[in-house]
């Protein structure tokens, strides 16, 4: 997937709503953003950037889930795991990345829609 794949993968799960227009470009509004609000051409970086990609961190953990981030300076990568708990019964998705944002948004795109 490309950046910009991932970040309007990222969007949806997110709940903002895209649509394209007659010429095809994408417009993009946020979660409870009435049609007529404030519509953007450019989704947040979320692949690229921290600040963009912490927006994840802040709605899963909203949501109740666990998150862990670390870096593996030996491997040089970063490892991230969002998990859900109930009882005991844990769900998780984790993922490897070069870069945290990235490894954030791979994760959050792994877990499953029911958590």
């Known amino acids: 997937m490309t950046d910009r794949e991932i970040n309007e993968a990222v ?4 709940g903002w ?3 394209k227009t007659i010429d095809l470009s994408p417009w993009y ?3 409870n953003c009435p049609p007529e609000g404030n519509g953007v051409r450019e989704l947040p970086a979320y692949s690229t950037s921290i600040e963009a990609a912490w927006e994840i961190v802040e709605k899963i953990s909203n949501d109740g889930l666990a998150f862990r981030l670390e870096r593996d300076f030996e491997m040089d990568f970063y490892r ?3 998990c859900h708990v109930a009882g005991h019964a844990v769900k998780c998705g984790w993922t490897d990345a070069d870069i945290a944002p990235l490894a954030i948004c791979l994760a959050f ?3 499953k829609d029911e958590l």
Do not use: G, S
């Open 109 to 111: 795109l792994k877990l």
């Open 80 to 82: 991230v795991e969002m």
């Open 11 to 14: 969007a949806r799960k997110l």
């Open 17 to 19: 709503t895209i649509t």
């Open 29 to 31: 509004w946020r979660p």
